[in-house]
């Protein structure tokens, strides 16, 4: 399964990666620890985050 990592995090080891398959998160540094998550809180963080974004 392959990992992406934010645009934004300008090609730092320091960030968190999300599975393809939006099932799963993973702190770059500690690749090995993976965090299960719903499809629901993915797109509810993805949607917090945004909307703060705006805040800025």
Do not use: F, H, I, Y
């Not at 398959?21 to 965090?35: E, I, S």
Request: some cysteine; overall charge positive.
């Amino acid at each position: 399964m392959q990992w992406r990592k934010s645009s934004r995090s300008g090609g730092t080891s320091n960030c968190v990666e999300l599975r393809q398959d939006l099932a799963a998160v993973r702190d770059t540094k500690r690749p090995g620890v993976v965090l299960p998550v719903s499809r629901a809180a993915v797109r509810a963080l993805v949607a917090e985050v945004s909307r703060r974004s705006g805040e800025l």
